[in-house]
C-alpha cells in the first residue's frame, strides 16, 4: 500500500496568516519544518495569484481549502477559478451554517444544496468535500444519523474525516474511514485526550486515538493525503505543535 501523505492544515496556524505578508513567512515555516502540503483555511485576504505564488515559493502543494458557505452559495463560479488559479482540485466547506444544523428538515435542506454545489464543482472539473464536527453524529426521528445522512444522500462529494470529530461524535474513526472509502481523498489527523474529565485537542500520539489502526484503514481505502490539525494548543505554539505531530508520525507510523 501506498504511504500517505502528510500535510499542515493551516488553520492551525491562522493567527499568523492574516496579511499576505504573514502568509508568506507561514509558508516558509511550514516548508522548513518538513511539510509540502496544505490545506488552506482561515487566513486573512489575499488575491488567489498571490496565494499560489507563494505556495510555489516554498514548494508547497495546495491540496484542499475551506471556504465560507456565503461564498459556495453566491460566488461559486469564482471560487472555481481560484482554485484553479491554486493548482487545488478540493473545494471545501468547513462545516454547515447553523440554521440546518439540529433537525432533520435542517439536513435535508443542507443535502439539496450540497447535491447542487457538488454537481457544479464536478462539472467544472473538480471535486468538493465536506468537513464534519461533531452536531453530525445526532440521531435524527428517522433513525438516521446525520452524518449518515450526508454520506449516502450526497454520494458524490467527498468528506474531509476528522478523526477528533467522529470521536468526540461517540463514533470510531476507523469504522468511518472504512465507511466512505474512495471518498476521503483528505484525511484530518487530530488526536484527543481528557483532561480533568474534558475531551482537548491534542497533538499525535498523546491522545487517545488508535492512529496505527486509523493510518491502516486510511491507506487500504484510497486517502491520498493526510493533514495534521489542532485547533487549540496548549503549552506549544501552534508551529511547534505541527513539529511535534509530524515528527511522530514520521517516527511512529512512517519510518523516518
Known amino acids: 500500500m501506498k504511504k500517505l501523505q502528510i500535510g499542515a492544515q493551516l488553520f492551525t496556524v491562522r493567527d499568523f496568516m492574516q496579511t499576505p505578508e504573514a502568509v508568506r513567512e507561514t509558508f516558509r515555516k511550514i516548508r522548513e519544518t518538513g511539510f509540502d502540503t496544505v490545506q488552506v483555511s482561515g487566513i486573512g485576504p489575499i488575491q488567489p495569484e498571490q496565494l499560489r505564488d507563494y505556495a510555489q515559493e516554498n514548494q508547497l502543494h495546495i491540496c484542499l481549502t475551506h471556504i465560507p458557505y456565503e461564498r459556495l452559495d453566491q460566488d461559486l463560479d469564482r471560487v472555481i477559478a481560484e482554485h484553479k488559479v491554486y493548482g487545488c482540485e478540493i473545494i471545501g466547506l468547513g462545516a454547515m451554517p447553523s440554521e440546518f444544523r439540529g433537525s432533520q428538515e435542517g439536513f435535508e435542506q443542507f443535502i439539496l444544496w450540497a447535491k447542487r454545489v457538488t454537481q457544479k464543482v464536478r462539472e467544472a ?8 464536527h461533531r452536531f453530525e453524529f445526532e440521531r435524527f426521528a428517522n433513525g438516521r444519523l446525520g452524518i449518515d445522512m450526508l454520506i449516502e444522500e450526497v454520494p458524490e462529494m467527498l468528506l474531509t474525516l476528522d478523526t477528533y470529530w467522529v470521536q468526540a461524535g461517540g463514533a470510531n474513526p476507523v469504522d468511518y474511514i472504512q465507511k466512505t472509502a474512495g471518498r476521503v481523498h483528505v484525511l484530518h489527523l487530530k488526536d484527543m485526550r481528557i483532561v480533568q474529565d474534558e475531551q482537548q485537542f491534542a497533538e499525535i500520539g498523546e491522545g487517545n486515538i488508535d492512529f ?17 490539525e489542532q485547533d487549540q494548543c496548549y503549552g506549544r505554539s501552534p508551529f511547534d505543535s505541527l513539529q511535534h505531530s509530524l515528527r511522530y508520525i514520521q517516527h511512529s507510523y512512517l519510518n523516518i
Open 212 to 228: 496505527s489502526a486509523v493510518f491502516a484503514a486510511a491507506e487500504k481505502c484510497g486517502t491520498r493525503i493526510a493533514v495534521i
Open 125 to 132: 472539473g473538480l471535486d468538493f468535500s465536506y468537513h464534519h
